[in-house]
């Protein structure tokens, strides 16, 4: 299924997740012997698998952008993060608190949760390998990359803020000054810092080594070695392991940069892409599974509506604010806007935070995020390859 779907899905012109997800359907109602939700799974266990997921699929865009660090390149994908996604936030936070009725840690964690980017399911939409040339970086699949990346660095702290809104039962008892220095501040700065210097060291060891060791340093095995070993490292610190991931793979290459070198690691790239490939397909059959268990009852016509208009209005009007002068045409300003993709990494700020506050309408927030990433991966996965197609042969850049 790995290998030969995303060939028919290609054919297709669908994302490959989305008869994937039908076969999750298919092998939960058959009966298949693996331990199903019911429907329900722990926080924990959903927190660690969805953790490893995401940690694999962030080192592979870091990898994929590379090579790139002048910040003419990052005006317009930070534009998504500065004004897209605080403007989305906000409006997800008041139709969860005014609408939906949800107290406000709640609100604020559904926010959180559903803001960024999902960098796994958004993976086909993604830089490929042959977009790896010096057009890549004013393409709609390079906003998409570099967005997905870095996202995480302003979601996090939100988590982190309804966590000790959950927990301190008012406002008033969170300390501002300490949220805004420490989960905010000092935990990105030294994600990026930690997963950074981390890619930067192995970029120089590759160019110290001589040629005829060159197999063994860039053999496709450490790409998934140092997602792991920058994400503990960034732990270790108390730190963003998930920005330290993403800014590992960007600085994996910084010496071809250097030396005005335009190739990739492409060895550990292609490797990092099929576990990457491998764990989607995974996910999206328990997904599937996760969907027919009955997660879903816990929601309602306000949830339903909820979520699509997240993914249909709010999401494409914040991110077409958010592109404002930048020079692209309104088609593709619309269209960048549309694809705020939803998928694992939402399930893992949810059952974190589950799993670290006390909230009082988990099984509905589980019900809407399952929602939100149900809408997606059908209205996306459908659309998307076909989206990108088009702009790849009408208006390239």
Same mark, same amino acid.
């Given at each position: 299924m790995?290998?030969?779907?995303?060939?028919?899905?290609?054919?297709?012109?669908?994302?490959?997740?989305?008869?994937?997800?039908?076969?999750?359907?298919?092998?939960?109602?058959?009966?298949?012997?693996?331990?199903?939700?019911?429907?329900?799974?722990?926080?924990?266990?959903?927190?660690?698998v969805t953790e490893v997921i995401v940690i694999i699929s962030l080192m592979s865009a870091g990898l994929k952008i590379g090579l790139q660090y002048e910040l003419h390149y990052w005006k317009k994908p930070l534009r998504l993060i500065h004004t897209s996604m605080p403007l989305y936030m906000l409006g997800i936070y008041l139709l969860a608190h005014y609408i939906l009725h949800f107290d406000n840690p709640s609100s604020v964690l559904l926010a959180a949760v559903c803001a960024p980017t999902d960098p796994v399911l958004a993976s086909?939409?993604?830089?490929?390998?042959?977009?790896?040339?010096?057009?890549?970086?004013?393409?709609?699949?390079?906003?998409?990359?570099?967005? @997905?990346?870095?996202?995480?660095?302003?979601?996090?702290?939100?988590?982190?803020?309804?966590?000790?809104?959950?927990?301190?039962?008012?406002?008033?008892?969170?300390?501002?000054?300490?949220?805004?220095?420490?989960?905010?501040?000092?935990?990105?700065?030294?994600?990026?810092?930690?997963?950074?210097?981390?890619?930067?060291?192995?970029?120089?060891?590759?160019?110290?080594?001589?040629?005829?060791?060159?197999?063994?340093?860039?053999?496709?095995?450490?790409?998934?070695?140092?997602?792991?070993?920058?994400?503990?490292? @960034?732990?270790?610190?108390?730190?963003?392991?998930?920005? @330290?991931?993403?800014?590992?793979?960007?600085?994996?290459?910084?010496?071809?940069?250097?030396?005005?070198?335009?190739?990739?690691?492409?060895?550990?790239?292609?490797?990092?892409?099929?576990?990457?490939?491998?764990?989607?397909?995974?996910w999206t059959l328990l997904f599937g599974g996760f969907l027919a268990s009955g997660i879903l009852s816990y929601s309602n016509a306000a949830s339903i509506g909820t979520a699509l208009f997240l993914v249909f209005i709010l999401r494409p009007v914040c991110g077409r604010l958010g592109l404002a002068g930048t020079g692209y045409s309104e088609k593709k300003k619309w269209a960048i806007g549309y694809f705020g993709i939803k998928g694992v990494g939402s399930f893992f700020y949810l059952a974190y935070a589950l799993h670290e506050g006390q909230f009082s309408n988990g099984n509905e927030l589980y019900a809407l995020v399952s929602l939100l990433v149900l809408i997606s991966i059908f209205a996306h996965g459908l659309t998307g390859p076909r989206v990108i197609d088009y702009f790849d042969k009408n208006n390239p850049g």
């Open positions: 790995m290998e030969y779907l995303p060939i028919v899905a290609d054919r297709l012109k669908i994302s490959y997740t989305v008869p994937l997800l039908f076969a999750g359907v298919f092998f939960y109602y058959v009966g298949v012997p693996i331990e199903w939700p019911t429907p329900l799974w722990p926080h924990k266990w959903v927190k660690i086909d939409l993604q830089l490929q390998e042959d977009d790896l040339g010096s057009r890549k970086n004013t393409g709609m699949r390079y906003l998409l990359t570099a967005e @997905a990346g870095i996202n995480d660095g302003v979601a996090f702290p939100f988590v982190f803020l309804a966590i000790l809104w959950s927990k301190g039962g008012s406002f008033q008892s969170i300390n501002l000054l300490e949220w805004i220095g420490y989960y905010f501040t000092y935990k990105i700065v030294a994600g990026v810092v930690v997963g950074a210097l981390l890619g930067y060291l192995y970029s120089l060891s590759i160019e110290k080594i001589k040629s005829r060791y060159d197999k063994k340093v860039l053999s496709g095995f450490v790409g998934v070695a140092m997602a792991f070993l920058s994400f503990a490292s @960034a732990e270790l610190v108390n730190s963003y392991g998930f920005l @330290a991931a993403f800014c590992t793979g960007l600085f994996a290459q910084y010496h071809n940069h250097v030396k005005g070198k335009d190739n990739h690691n492409s060895e550990i790239l292609v490797f990092n892409e099929e576990v990457e490939k491998l764990l989607i397909v995974l």
